[in-house]
């Protein structure tokens, strides 16, 4: 893990330290010694940090959202490094934490590190028992790259298993194979299936997937009866709905998942289960984002503790709601949980150390607050318990930046 | 409605009157006299028509299935005229039945007319107040010719729309629009919904549908409050699965009708409704067959009545299923039907007049037989209630050719 952004808006010891060693990409251009906030902040490092939601609260498709200009100003020092832990947490899936980076970079004009944005698939990073495993791998773009990158060594991807057996693949008439081909007989079996956001011709994905979890990873074979537990199936981003520029929520990887559930639930006559489901709002997600403010705080600030984390999103049964269930877990000091990833993810990272996690809604996105009154419908996973008061806000505010003053006058930084 | 395909199986006055009276499409060649099952024929015209389904029965995928070839001969003469009525009843709806009547002419080397061929869609011919409205429709292939066909006169297409509002079509990273294109403002509202077989692409397809019925037809605009009930929706073909050359059965328009179903639960909290729902095995499709088949009688055999059906098929949700609802409509002499299309269909063609409606049930396509015992999933569609007794068939067999047989044994034509 490198070095990330930092805090500058410290002085004396902190501010002489950081200066020696924290190296800012840019880290060469030191803050300069005139730049306003440098007076009158409080001798002590922060104890709080941000986790940012993207989608809904930065940009709204391919816009940046203008609050969130003013928002990196807040956080950022003349040079664009960050003065407080920030870490960005989207449920984004089909892309690299690199081009993530680069991306909010240009957007905000502020230095991203790769170490700073949190995919919704980044905890399978910890699911270490699968990544030698031959898993068949949904989603778009470079989804190779994207597993590699989280560990996974052994890929499928579904278009080469289509290739392998194109008499699977037959909604469209268009692309049915003219002849019978011969029949695949080497295909190395499949032990896994590894979701990690939405795929594109969802009529394939949906088939072949469904094709190998019935045929227990031999997709050419046709088994009398399915097996169940079937094969491992690992999944990151629930989200249902997120906010583009239309002026309805568009589809997301929950939407895709609904699919994959309803259709294996009506041949099967039982429930699709996930080995692993990350992504906010799961706590994995919240574990692994503390884990990586406290590194930035560490690092930067010679260890000085967070105690508050302040998760700023626009959608209540992601950013809100997740948010809430991980406060409950610091509540519990991260027990009580049952679920074996979370045991091993604390083995890993250690255990969690903030004392609260604050959920603070925008307006900028996909919540709709004349809805608020009308909405019955829980729009939360199958697997997330419809507790209303898990979707309760801490805070509701306009937008991100709104956010950030709440947060600086809360914690006595107003003046910053 | 044309002249179909007749029987010259029989032979007297009969005979005489088919020669002088009906023009097989190749009726200029007569039926040869020195014809084998010329001799020891009843003197009466059979009583009894066919009902045959296509996939699974007649073909898998591409391939023919050899069963169907020698089906093809017990049921037409030398000059492949058909000597019984038959009509062909797909669920197939992505195509004309045009083209649906040459490939089975092809494929069985008989004179299969158009008329011959009912498809999941066509019953939406008796939806005429429909047929003026403006229409979102929704399948691959002609769908347009296909819309026409059965009197739609206002069409649009998933495409089209997708080209009128390319920033609601956002999953496919590659096919976003890179620029905010203008807004579209003179669009005309849709008015209802066609659903005419599976689309390409279920992600548009399912986003803009939805779009659709929660902008209440104009999917540019956001509404506070979804309307309910929605636009009218008319859809044909619900079968979860079909059996192509895959060991597996492949998904077919019901997959995609439980998605929509399932997408638009989870985001309103309500079901979706559907104001027709054509294909086997709604009662719809077989009043049609019925009346084709009558018809197809008393264009050739001078009105010989036609008192039992004889319904073919691989499918227990479907063929059996339809059959054997058919069969309790006949019973109940076409009463007791609420549903309005029945009433309507029943006063444009008039009411049934078969006595009995039999389901055979072959093993030549999704039907497994090894399955049966474990079998305790409902594949039907989601408005058809889980009735046991209508999924045992009168009748199963190993293929089509052995259902001939078997109908030709019971009905006395077992020396033909």
Chains 1, 2 share one sequence.
Not at 90 to 100: E, F, H, L
Not at 242 to 263: D, Q, V, Y
Request: proline fraction near 7%; include cysteine.
């Amino acid at each position: 893990m490198g070095v990330l952004g930092c805090f500058t808006a410290v002085r004396g010891a902190s501010a002489r330290w950081l200066r020696q060693h924290v190296p800012c990409r840019a880290w060469g251009q030191q803050a300069s010694p005139g730049r306003s906030y440098a007076s009158g902040l409080p001798q002590t490092p922060p104890t709080f940090g941000f986790l940012i939601d993207i989608d809904g609260v930065l940009v709204r498709g391919h816009r940046v959202i203008p609050a969130a200009l003013e928002a990196a100003r807040k956080l950022a020092d003349s040079n664009g490094c960050f003065r407080f832990p920030v870490v960005f947490v989207t449920n984004a899936g089909n892309c690299v934490p690199q081009v993530k980076a680069q991306d909010l970079s240009d957007l905000l004009g502020v230095q991203v590190e790769p170490e700073q944005v949190i995919l919704s698939s980044s905890p399978l990073k910890f699911f270490s028992k699968f990544h030698d495993k031959q898993m068949l791998v949904s989603g778009q773009g470079p989804v190779v790259d994207h597993a590699w990158n989280l560990g996974f060594q052994n890929v499928i991807t579904v278009d080469e298993l289509r290739q392998a057996f194109p008499i699977l693949d037959m909604v469209d008439l268009e692309r049915r194979p003219k002849d019978m081909p011969p029949l695949t007989t080497d295909f190395p079996p499949i032990e896994g299936v590894l979701l990690l956001g939405e795929p594109v011709r969802w009529e394939t994905n949906l088939q072949l997937i469904i094709d190998v979890l019935l045929s227990n990873g031999n997709p050419g074979t046709g088994l009398a009866v399915a097996p169940y537990p079937h094969l491992p199936v690992l999944t990151s981003n629930m989200d249902l709905l997120w906010m583009a520029e239309a002026k309805m929520p568009r589809f997301g990887h929950g939407t895709f998942l609904l699919c994959l559930e309803s259709i294996y639930r009506k041949i099967t006559g039982k429930e699709l289960k996930y080995e692993a489901l990350v992504g906010k709002p799961t706590i994995t997600t919240y574990q692994y984002a503390e884990f990586l403010i406290r590194k930035q705080a560490e690092r930067c600030t010679r260890g000085g503790p967070i105690r508050r984390l302040y998760a700023i999103g626009d959608n209540p049964v992601t950013d809100v709601y997740g948010a809430n269930l991980y406060n409950h877990y610091l509540q519990k000091n991260g027990k009580g949980e049952v679920q074996e990833c979370y045991e091993e993810i604390k083995k890993k990272q250690g255990p969690p150390m903030a004392e609260r996690c604050f959920s603070i809604l925008v307006r900028s996105g996909v919540f709709d607050p004349s809805m608020k009154q009308k909405e019955t419908t829980f729009h939360g996973h199958r697997d997330f318990i419809f507790d209303p008061s898990l979707l309760e806000a801490s805070f509701v505010v306009a937008d991100v930046h709104e956010a950030i003053q709440l947060v600086f006058c809360k914690e006595g930084w107003d003046h910053v």
